[in-house]
Nanobody, 126 residues
Framework: QDQLVESGGGLVQAGGSLRLSCATS????????LGWFRQPPGNDREFIAA????????AVADSVKGRFTISRDNAKNTLYLQMNSLKSEDTAVYYC???????????????????WGQGTQVTVSS
């Protein structure tokens, strides 16, 4: 059974850092594009970042560019999101996702993603 399981969320002060992990299992996720989304309270789920299957290409939302870094370790079947200089507006549930799609123009759309994790809460206190 294909699974994505996030971890690493928690409570952090503004200006601090967290690293989220997403463990993948059951599928050939090393062949998939992987990504991160977040859903702030009362808002829609929004695209944060995506990384190609090989890890050589990434896309990052303007709202977190320069602060968040996406990476993956295919040998460990794990996706990461390094979050630095956190702000209160980064408070959200963070989700990892996987897609077989190859059109990067669609990645901001949640419907382009085939698999989702259950989410991990990140709370940034000001």
């Amino acid at each position: 059974q294909d699974q994505l399981v996030e971890s690493g969320g928690g409570l952090v002060q503004a200006g601090g850092s967290l690293r989220l992990s997403c463990a993948t299992s059951g599928g050939t996720f090393s062949n998939y594009v992987l990504g991160w989304f977040r859903q702030p309270p009362g808002n829609d789920r929004e695209f944060i970042a995506a990384i190609s299957a090989s890890g050589t290409d990434t896309a990052v939302a303007d709202s977190v560019k320069g602060r968040f870094t996406i990476s993956r370790d295919n040998a460990k079947n794990t996706l990461y999101l390094q979050m630095n200089s956190l702000k209160s507006e980064d408070t959200a549930v963070y989700y990892c996702a996987a897609t077989t799609g190859t059109d990067s123009g669609t990645y901001i759309n949640t419907r382009a993603w085939d698999y989702w994790g259950q989410g991990t809460q990140v709370t940034v206190s000001s």
